[in-house]
């Protein structure tokens, strides 16, 4: 009797560790299956079949700036490295502009000076959605998704906080600066528009983008193209800016060329 009992025991040993391993073989498996493709996507070409990107290649330098200034939107600064957006994003959607440029910084706790007060501190006074204006080496990789690394070669960063940055936008909305006004991009289907505000501010430029939804009562004069100038009103002010809404767009110049 015991030695069935010991019988039956080993046998059920014996199911559960050939389950065992099965699933870590299935496992494996899988693991193999994700990195083959991750493999696959590694590499990205365009229409033409021209290699536009290559995580192998990542790392390939194309071009080093040397003693250049840049600037950009703080989009995260987090365990040792600040990166900045080539313009900003709304949700899901980017909208890039020639002013800003992407890249990734190296955080070794920089000086760091105060856009207005010239206040001094170090990289923990940058946060989410301030402008930073950085001096130093642009590191551009040939075959990356826009990426590049910036060496500040220690030099101080300028912080522009973004409640001074919202102060701009909202002097430049109630028509205290004077600006050139452009379509950044248009979709007619939907009736969104990204409306760019090219706005100075001592030396620097320091453009921002608003987004609207065009409505049956909005006045549109002329045909609106990506890259046109233009007029708007907006139906209310002293409101906040993701709250304004367009009573009308005028278009300044007609010429239908993009950007």
């Known amino acids: 009797m015991k030695k069935n009992v010991i019988i039956v025991i080993s046998v059920m040993l014996l199911i559960i560790l050939l389950g065992i391993m099965l699933f870590n073989k299935e496992k494996e498996l899988d693991n193999n299956r994700i990195d083959e493709n991750e493999f696959e996507h590694s590499v990205i070409y365009d229409e033409d079949g021209n290699l536009i990107y290559d995580i192998s290649k990542s790392k390939e330098i194309e071009e080093t700036v040397e003693n250049t200034t840049i600037q950009g939107i703080v989009e995260l600064n987090h365990n040792g490295y600040i990166y900045i957006f080539n313009g900003q994003h709304f949700g899901e959607y980017g909208l890039e502009m020639k002013e800003y440029t992407r890249a990734n910084i190296n955080d070794k706790k920089q000086e760091c000076i105060d856009y207005y007060t010239s206040k001094k501190s170090d990289t923990s006074y940058i946060q989410e959605g301030d402008i930073i204006i950085c001096s130093g080496d642009l590191i551009k990789y ?30 430049t909305i109630n028509s205290e600066k004077s600006v050139t006004i452009t379509v950044a991009d248009y979709y007619n289907t939907s009736g969104e528009i990204y409306i760019k505000y090219d ?22 004069i002329g045909n609106i193209v990506k890259g046109s100038k233009i007029k708007v009103q907006y139906k209310k002010l002293n409101i906040p800016l993701d709250e304004l809404e367009l009573k009308s767009i005028e278009v300044i110049n007609d010429n239908e060329v993009e950007e």
Not at 156 to 161: C, D, S, T
Not at 199 to 220: G, R
């Open 199 to 220: 706005v100075s501010d001592k030396e620097y430029n320091l453009p921002f983008a608003l987004k609207f939804n065009i409505t049956d009562d909005t006045e549109i």
């Open 142 to 171: 040939r075959y990356t998704m826009g990426n590049n690394d910036f060496d500040t070669k220690n030099n101080p960063i300028i912080v522009l906080k973004s409640k001074d940055y919202d102060s701009i936008k909202k002097e």
